[in-house]
T-cell receptor, first 115, second 113 residues
Framework: AQKVTQAQTEISVVEKEDVTLDCVYE???????LFWYKQPPSGELVFLIR??????QNEISGRYSWNFQKSTSSFNFTITASQVVDSAVYFC????????????FGPGTRLSVLP | GAVVSQHPSWVICKSGTSVKIECRSL??????MFWYRQFPKQSLMLMAT?????????EQGVEKDKFLINHASLTLSTLTVTSAHPEDSSFYIC?????????FGPGTRLTVT
């Protein structure tokens, strides 16, 4: 069975602080995909990143960076110099070897960035 | 990029009535669509998988007679909540599978009074 755990339910930081959101996953598949989505109060999911299981390179996109470590089944997300607009719920998700499979979402981490 | 729309974006209905939610892939064909439900302050949970031209596959605990899914074309899947009750109030999100990607709709907020 597939499972995604996000241990941090809520995080509060002050603007300009760095913050890391943790994600740990479980799967028996050797090929799988990991995702991060942002869900602002409007509810619409905003795609942030997709990573397949064979690509362990870390990725940086502006203030966002991701650290994928298969050895610990983790796919952590760091926001550098956080801003108030980063306040949202962030979901880590897993999809199986067939990319057309459904997503398994983690419970989400609610990030509040205070001015 | 590919777009998935949902209609309506929000709906309020009375207990006992039925509500239909549409999910459309606007610029690609989707042989498979997924329906998720998200209760307040919770995560998204898969309700069912909808394949064009065949019966939907429901997750354990989801009543197929209450949540009717129809995927009559490659661009449209509908979810009908029959005899809605207040406990069905939730945020319903669909996703559509394209050739190489999956895309999420903006969601439909259902409130049953």
């Amino acid at each position: 069975a597939q499972k995604v755990t996000q241990a941090q339910t809520e995080i509060s930081v002050v603007e300009k602080e760095d913050v890391t959101l943790d994600c740990v996953y479980e799967t028996r598949d050797t090929t799988y995909y990991l995702f991060w989505y942002k869900q602002p109060p409007s509810g619409e999911l905003v795609f942030l990143i997709r990573r397949n299981s064979f690509d362990e390179q870390n990725e940086i996109s502006g203030r966002y960076s991701w650290n994928f470590q298969k050895s610990t089944s983790s796919f952590n997300f760091t926001i550098t110099a956080s801003q108030v607009v980063d306040s949202a719920v962030y979901f880590c998700a897993l999809s199986g070897k067939n990319y057309g499979q459904n997503f398994v979402f983690g419970p989400g981490t609610r990030l509040s960035v205070l001015p | 990029g590919a777009v998935v729309s949902q209609h309506p974006s929000w709906v309020i209905c009375k207990s006992g009535t039925s509500v239909k939610i549409e999910c459309r892939s606007l610029d690609f064909q989707a042989t498979t669509m997924f329906w998720y439900r998200q209760f307040p302050k919770q995560s998204l949970m898969l309700m069912a998988t909808s394949n064009e031209g065949s019966k939907a596959t429901y997750e354990q605990g989801v009543e197929k007679d209450k949540f009717l899914i129809n995927h009559a074309s490659l661009t449209l899947s509908t979810l009908t909540v029959t005899s809605a009750h207040p406990e069905d109030s939730s945020f319903y999100i669909c996703s559509a599978r394209g050739q190489t990607e999956q895309y999420f709709g903006p969601g439909t907020r259902l409130t049953v009074t």
